[in-house]
T-cell receptor, first 114, second 115 residues
């Protein structure tokens, strides 16, 4: 099983709403990632969790709040977003401290902020 | 930090021809170089990768070469087919402490294979 599952697939939210994106993997990976991808651009790293601890925060605004409740789950809490935050949000996972470094992406959550 | 440059931004080839996409990276500590294919509206999918201790790797019609000295790596697709049409991203990654990795992507190449 090489699946990273993301929900919801599509989300429309107002600038005053609070919503969450969810990600789940059952590959035993202990590194999980959030990437943001705008149209016609490459994915940009937002956060990295390693062993359920936040290890990289790429200067992301505080209106994005990640959470890693356990080794299989990764959430991204959204609050007071701006229209320019509309993008595809990709979750990914990989093994840690292993010779196999493949990073697996989920299908993504399409976010539209209105 | 790492900087990855990718060329060309668009590439149009006839079916059956070869396609070559080139990337350069800046961080000599990078040691893992994956290539992803992304079809419209879909996730990036790994198609091939290469580690810094290898100079070339091939998987059927796809090959990747790495020149560590020059800090560049290339994707070669032979006998292209219409279903190869997609955006291709190169990436460079270095292992950080505790084993986690950070991928930096190139800007992408839109490949169009004309039937």
């Amino acid at each position: 099983d090489t699946e990273v599952t993301q929900t919801p697939k599509h989300l429309v939210m107002g600038m005053t709403n609070k919503k969450s994106l969810k990600c789940e993997q059952h590959m035993g990976h202990r590194a999980m990632y959030w990437y943001k991808q705008k149209a016609k651009k490459p994915p940009e790293l937002m956060f990295v969790y390693s062993y359920e601890k936040l290890s990289i925060n790429e200067s992301v605004p505080s209106r994005f709040s990640p959470e890693c409740p356990n080794s299989s789950l990764l959430n991204l809490h959204l609050h007071a977003l701006q229209p320019e935050d509309s993008a595809l949000y990709l979750c990914a996972s990989s093994q840690v401290g292993h010779s196999i470094d493949t990073i697996y992406f989920g299908e993504g959550s399409w976010l539209t902020v209105v | 930090g790492e900087n990855v440059e990718q060329h060309p931004s668009t590439l149009s080839v006839q079916e059956g021809d070869s396609a070559v996409i080139k990337c350069t990276y800046s961080d000599s500590a990078s040691n893992y170089f994956p290539w992803y294919k992304q079809e419209l509206g879909k996730r990036p999918q790994l198609i091939i990768d290469i580690r810094s201790n290898v100079g070339e790797k091939k998987d059927q019609r796809i090959a990747v070469t790495l020149n560590k000295t020059a800090k560049h790596f290339s994707l070669h697709i032979t006998e292209t087919q219409p279903e190869d049409s997609a955006v291709y991203f190169c990436a460079a990654s270095r292992r950080m402490d505790t084993g986690r990795r950070a991928l930096t992507f190139g800007s992408g190449t839109r490949l169009q294979v004309q039937p």
